[in-house]
């Protein structure tokens, strides 16, 4: 039997990784923005490489404040976090090419929310083909590209 190691899932599946707080709000006070892989600011949200991928381009755009659900934001939020949608979209097609995207957020933690009480909307590219056996017989997801390259395919795609 072939072994695939992917010890970097460990510190999600074991919740090790958990950081105190909320995701969100830490990442937006970090100094660096690469650090935490935030690819584009707006006045009041943000797109961020997701840590853990469904697929290699997996973006997240969230609100810079702190809330649960659509109907909390106000105008320019509403307007910014879609902007942002649309900026990652054309930076993706640019960079990786997708024949489709996901776009998701879940509300709730039995709607799946890893992050709960703070918005934020998946933005995920697909291909035809692109789930194989792995998942289904070996709970493994094999994701071709680490998290810096990414962020280095993506970001120039993407105006300042």
Not at 34 to 59: D, V, W
Request: glycine letters at 8%; charged letters at 20%; aromatic letters at 8%.
């Amino acid at each position: 039997m072939d072994i695939l190691w992917a010890p970097w899932r460990m510190r999600y599946v074991s919740g090790e990784q958990q950081p105190a707080g909320c995701l969100f709000c830490t990442v937006l006070a970090a100094p660096d923005d690469g650090k935490p892989g935030i690819l584009s600011r707006a006045r009041t949200a943000f797109l961020i490489l997701n840590a853990f991928p469904y697929a290699p381009g997996h973006l997240m755009a969230a609100t810079n404040r702190h809330v649960a659900s659509p109907e909390d934001l106000d105008a320019e939020e509403s307007q910014d976090l879609w902007r942002l949608v649309q900026r990652a979209l054309a930076a993706l097609r640019a960079a990786y090419r997708p024949e489709g995207f996901n776009l998701g957020v879940n509300i709730g933690r039995v709607a799946g929310a890893g992050v709960e009480g703070h918005l934020h909307l998946h933005i995920v590219p697909r291909w035809a083909g692109d789930t194989n056996f792995m998942a289904v017989v070996g709970s493994v997801k094999v994701m071709p590209e680490s998290l810096e390259e990414t962020f280095r395919r993506v970001r120039p795609h993407l105006p300042a």
